[in-house]
């Protein structure tokens, strides 16, 4: 297999480097310091797996994931984030635009080639050590989208998008007073008295993602 190092530090991607080639599997390792550099460079030589760090000058990790993902090439690499920023939500953030693994930047050469080998064999890979903060936010996330009415919902979406009370109740064809009650009620739920809070709220618990919303 083929690997591209993207750090903007050239010591670390030096050090990835000289990790990476004992694995008798990588037959090519090449490093840049920007997204865009790399980028510019595809022509017919395809890396099968980009290990990236999620803050880049020009262009973050995740803008580089969705851009991959967005190119017509002959095959798309597999995208791996090796980052010191590890809460959950950024996490998510990246499986849902098409990351295949997550690692943090404590993570061990061992574990860094276990996750290398796995990700290679079409599975996905998060650091051992960020699983179990992981595991509890998708069930505290549940108990919260459990709590919500399919109506509740909609309603969120189209606040959490710029809706006013009047826009949403035109999009959903319900009173104005209707949508105000369910308005009310999410935030209940969700224990916040404004509806900036409940958007950040909604943001914060993976339950709206300004990136992939259609109605923006």
């Given at each position: ?7 903007d530090?050239?010591i670390?991607?030096?050090a ?16 840049f ?5 790399f ?9 099968d797996?980009?290990?990236?760090d ?12 969705e ?10 690499p597999r ?6 920023t590890t809460?959950?939500?950024t ?8 990351a295949?693994?997550y690692l ?30 992981l ?5 505290v ?17 189209l606040?959490?998008?710029?809706h ?8 959903l ?21 404004r ?5 950040v709220f909604?943001i914060?618990?993976g ?10």
């Amino acid at each position: 297999m083929n690997i591209v190092i993207i750090d903007d530090h050239q010591i670390v991607a030096d050090a990835l480097k000289v990790v990476l080639q004992t694995n008798a599997a990588i037959k090519e390792i090449r490093t840049f310091l920007t997204a865009k550099a790399f980028l510019d460079s595809i022509g017919n030589w395809l890396p099968d797996i980009v290990i990236a760090d999620l803050s880049l000058p020009g262009m973050t990790g995740m803008e580089l994931i969705e851009t991959i993902q967005k190119r017509p090439l002959p095959h798309h690499p597999r995208v791996v984030i090796l980052s010191s920023t590890t809460d959950v939500q950024t996490i998510k953030q990246a499986i849902r635009l098409g990351a295949s693994g997550y690692l943090s930047k404590g993570v061990s050469v061992a574990e860094l080639q276990e996750a290398i080998d796995a990700i290679h064999n079409g599975e996905q890979y998060i650091s051992k050590s960020l699983r179990n903060s992981l595991i509890n936010s998708v069930f505290v996330d549940e108990q919260v989208v459990l709590h919500l009415s399919p109506r509740e919902k909609e309603v969120l979406a189209l606040i959490c998008s710029g809706h006013t009370i009047k826009e949403a109740a035109s999009v959903l064809k319900l009173s104005t007073h209707t949508i105000q009650g369910y308005h009310k009620n999410i935030m209940k739920k969700f224990k916040v008295s404004r509806t900036a809070d409940l958007i950040v709220f909604a943001i914060q618990k993976g339950l709206y993602n300004p990136s992939l919303d259609p109605n923006r």
